[in-house]
């Protein structure tokens, strides 16, 4: 049997996890999936690689041995993955960097001066995708990398550096009986009506309409929105309230909007995307500017 190395990096999650659930949020998959894979993996080989009941998981002695070749055969492999994605793009040195609104905080501001100090000769080119595609052009391979809010349409094809958590707020217009409040609480606004993302933006729509927290109550849609021209111009037209990262506040904060704290949300995630196929150090680099950032 010939395993495949995506098959490989889910068997070292695993033994370096001892937690299928752990493992599983590390690659950004689902636990029936990962789970899935492994079997295939143990019945091609003819071998049981972990011992394994509802409170523990350990490696096999055959488990073992794969560990070390697993590893091994990772590192190589991405390493002749650089290799030749770095020359292949020697004499591009233009890095496309896929958005849907603008991230706020300063942050490709101070990504790009620490990232020309490393790539003095790339050039960054932002492009600005509209809603309908949440990964900001990712999936359509459009851009090179995206800058994302989790979660995206079949996440765990990409892989996935989280930038920054932060809590969710509201815009709503300054007029809205609300608006001169400190903070909101998320239950005085499960009947307002909510600017919603399409259809085609699947979980990440449903993420910001707080789906998860509503319980049994319904969502009142007051329009739909493409981008975020669209949000500023429903917002002070009155047709509905929407949520937002803490860090973009200040990018709504226009004339007749408001921005407050909401108590009673998750955290939001800011993350860079990129397709797991693409080795090349430059994208390392990018990540490392942003985080940094």
């Given at each position: 049997?010939?395993?495949?190395?995506?098959?490989?990096?889910?068997?070292?999650?695993?033994?370096?996890?001892?937690?299928?659930?752990?493992?599983?949020?590390?690659?950004?998959?689902?636990?029936?999936?990962?789970?899935?894979?492994?079997?295939?993996?143990?019945?091609?080989?003819?071998?049981?690689?972990?011992?394994?009941?509802?409170?523990?998981?350990?490696?096999?002695?055959?488990?073992?041995?794969?560990?070390?070749?697993?590893?091994?055969?990772?590192?190589?492999?991405?390493?002749?993955?650089?290799?030749?994605s770095d020359t292949a793009a020697a004499e591009a040195a233009v890095l496309t960097i896929g958005l849907s609104t603008s991230v706020g905080r300063g942050l490709l501001q101070r990504a790009r001066t620490r990232?020309?100090?490393?790539?003095?000769?790339?050039?960054?080119?932002?492009?600005?995708?509209?809603?309908?595609?949440?990964?900001?052009?990712?999936?359509?391979?459009?851009?090179?990398?995206?800058?994302?809010?989790?979660?995206?349409?079949?996440?765990?094809?990409?892989?996935?550096?989280?930038?920054?958590?932060?809590?969710?707020?509201?815009?709503?217009?300054?007029?809205?009986?609300?608006?001169?409040?400190?903070?909101?609480?998320?239950?005085?606004?499960?009947?307002?009506?909510?600017?919603?993302?399409?259809?085609?933006?699947?979980?990440?729509?449903?993420?910001?309409?707080?789906?998860?927290?509503?319980?049994?109550?319904?969502?009142?849609?007051?329009?739909?929105?493409?981008?975020?021209?669209?949000?500023?111009?429903?917002?002070?037209?009155?047709?509905?309230?929407?949520?937002?990262?803490?860090?973009?506040?200040?990018?709504?904060?226009?004339?007749?909007?408001?921005?407050?704290?909401?108590?009673?949300?998750?955290?939001?995630e800011l993350a860079l995307a990129w397709s797991p196929d693409d080795h090349r150090a430059v994208l390392r680099d990018l990540a490392q500017a942003l985080s940094d950032s």
């Open positions: 049997m010939d395993a495949h190395i995506r098959d490989l990096r889910y068997f070292v999650a695993i033994a370096e996890e001892l937690s299928f659930i752990r493992a599983a949020e590390r690659l950004f998959v689902s636990q029936p999936a990962l789970s899935k894979q492994i079997r295939q993996l143990e019945n091609g080989l003819r071998v049981r690689l972990f011992d394994r009941d509802r409170r523990t998981v350990r490696l096999t002695p055959p488990g073992e041995v794969l560990l070390t070749a697993a590893r091994e055969l990772i590192r190589s492999w991405d390493e002749a993955q650089r290799l030749v990232f020309a100090e490393r790539h003095p000769n790339w050039r960054l080119e932002i492009r600005q995708i509209n809603w309908e595609d949440a990964t900001a052009g990712l999936a359509t391979a459009d851009v090179d990398v995206a800058l994302v809010w989790l979660p995206i349409p079949q996440q765990e094809q990409f892989t996935i550096r989280v930038l920054a958590t932060e809590p969710r707020w509201v815009a709503l217009r300054d007029d809205h009986p609300l608006a001169d409040r400190a903070e909101v609480e998320f239950g005085e606004l499960l009947d307002e009506p909510f600017l919603a993302l399409p259809e085609q933006a699947g979980p990440l729509r449903d993420y910001w309409l707080a789906a998860t927290e509503r319980g049994d109550h319904p969502v009142r849609i007051g329009a739909t929105v493409h981008n975020a021209e669209e949000t500023f111009a429903a917002v002070e037209g009155g047709s509905g309230i929407v949520l937002l990262a803490a860090g973009n506040a200040a990018i709504y904060r226009r004339t007749g909007i408001t921005a407050l704290p909401v108590k009673g949300l998750t955290p939001c």
